[in-house]
């Protein structure tokens, strides 16, 4: 319990390092951009696969539990909005990003922390915390919605496609059932999430990264302990955030 | 000048130095010696702020550095230049981002003038078009070089370095030692040096103290190394069968 409150203390110690006031805005400015491009767009296209087969099971899941002449055929195309909207663009995309963006954060910092990199910035009188993770939760903050809102899309779409080609659902029922009884905030609230989740992987992972202490063997198990405490988190926050917003 | 005074550090309650006392000369190649995990790394990383001292005091000539928080230090900070052991250069920067990153972080020079400096500072380490390679497609040698020149980009008045010859082959290491001596001597800076290499002692050690268990067991110069009467320092001096035979002989 002692371990559990002193890394919990240690953790927002950091984040108060991190949140530092700049050195230089420029040089905060072009690690940002780089950020965008190495955490933010590169992960669009795993997001993009993933939410493309998931909207395309959910799709043939539901018409496959819903063969009833009771409930009509568009109800498949609401249900694979609202499940793609609610749970997959912002919980399920967020755990899939812990695994790829947390354990890169993670290691990379790590990496810097055992090959001295990290007290090379500090000698320099550089913020190290603030100038290596700071730009990356920015990054994150902001194209992580981007992502989210590109899941939405692609699953709907991959729905679609499976729906029509497996000829489980006609094209007119799915865009009806998409269209139906449709609540913009919840895309509100899937955005909400996201930014929450974002914070959650870039800051525990650049944490366990940045206090690794020892070797390679070290910076894989800080890896591991990104990925799983950032899941958890993420797991603890939907069940919160989920509460609060839709309550 | 840097003057230590009974500095003490421990970790987990081991003590890793005890009541170190030293004054590191302007304008000189100071050595700290000793065997490996006899604290010289920590010595050095508590000198420049990387470890927090549990007690004693660091001066940098007349400034109490070890008493400043991380924003005062920076002032001081922008005057170390720091060769670290495994030249500690940033992976995912070219040669030559690598030498003007301090200089982007702390200067408002023109990208001209910074270009300038960097290619100056490279070539003060011959290091010769090798601007846009990365760390990993360099050689032991060049990466310690770029470290140097790294080190010195923005003019600094002390310059540490941690095993600076560490994986390097005899001819290399002599090379990086008198780079370093060199550079001292030009900039007037306050230079310190850890290593138990031996020849470099014998090169450039114009002011040596030996550590061992943590302790400051002997201080002197190149010249009264080879006729200490500090058993424990002997014994490192003349660890090698060479050494012992030429001793022997006189």
């Not at chain 1, 963006?101 to 090379?120: F, L, P, Y």
């Not at chain 2, 005091?57 to 001081?76: G, P, Q, V, Y």
């Amino acid at each position: 319990m002692i371990h559990f409150l002193t890394q919990v203390g240690r953790y927002f110690m950091f984040l108060r390092k991190v949140f530092a006031k700049p050195e230089k805005h420029s040089i905060y400015y072009r690690q940002t951009m780089r950020e965008l491009v190495y955490l933010g767009l590169y992960s669009a296209g795993i997001i993009a696969i993933i939410a493309f087969f998931m909207g395309a099971v959910i799709t043939l899941q539901t018409a496959y539990n819903t063969q009833n002449p009771i409930y009509p055929k568009y109800l498949i195309g609401l249900g694979c909005r609202d499940s793609i909207i609610l749970e997959f663009s912002s919980t399920v995309a967020a755990l899939i990003l812990a695994g790829k963006v947390g354990s890169n954060i993670s290691s990379e910092i790590g990496t810097m922390r055992v090959t001295e990199q990290i007290d090379a910035l500090e000698i320099m009188g550089v913020n190290s915390a603030s100038y290596l993770i700071l730009p990356k939760i920015i990054a994150t903050l902001l194209f992580n919605p981007v992502l989210t809102l590109i899941g939405i899309i692609v699953g709907i779409f991959g729905g679609w496609l499976a729906g029509t080609v497996s000829g489980v659902i006609t094209s007119e029922n799915f865009i009806y059932g998409i269209q139906y009884a449709f609540t913009p905030y919840y895309i509100v609230y899937s955005l909400i999430k996201t930014l929450f989740f974002a914070f959650i992987i870039t800051s525990i992972s650049a944490f366990q990264g940045y206090y690794v202490d020892g070797g390679s063997l070290e910076v894989g198990r800080a890896s591991t302990k990104a990925v799983v405490y950032s899941s958890i988190l993420i797991l603890l926050f939907n069940v919160i955030l989920t509460q609060l917003l839709l309550s | 000048m840097i003057t230590v005074k009974n500095l003490s550090k421990s970790f987990n309650g081991k003590k890793v130095l005890d009541d170190i006392s030293v004054t590191f000369e302007t304008g000189k190649t100071n050595l700290i010696i000793g065997m490996s995990g006899s604290g010289k790394t920590v010595l050095l990383k508590s000198i420049v702020g990387l470890h927090e001292i549990d007690s004693g005091e660091i001066w940098f000539e007349d400034t109490l550095f070890s008493e400043l928080n991380f924003t005062d230090r920076k002032e001081i900070r922008t005057e170390i230049g720091m060769l670290f052991q495994g030249s500690a250069l940033f992976d995912s920067k070219t040669v030559e981002q690598n030498v003007r990153f301090p200089l982007d972080m702390f200067t408002n020079k023109t990208p001209k003038e910074k270009n300038e400096r960097v290619n100056f500072c490279l070539n003060r380490v011959n290091i010769v078009k090798a601007n846009k390679l990365f760390p990993a497609e360099l050689s032991g040698g060049m990466k310690k070089r770029v470290a140097i020149a790294r080190a010195i980009a923005l003019n600094p008045k002390y310059l540490f370095c941690d095993e600076p010859n560490s994986g390097l082959d005899p001819i290399t290491a002599i090379l990086i030692d008198a780079l370093i001596k060199e550079l001292t001597e030009e900039y007037s800076m306050t230079t310190i040096v850890n290593t138990h290499d031996m020849n470099s002692v014998m090169e450039i050690g114009e002011k040596i103290i030996f550590i061992s268990n943590g302790v400051k067991c002997w201080e002197g110069n190149k010249d009264e190394i080879l006729h200490s009467d500090c058993s424990t320092l002997n014994d490192f001096v003349f660890a090698n069968s060479l050494a012992k035979k030429l001793k022997a002989a006189k």
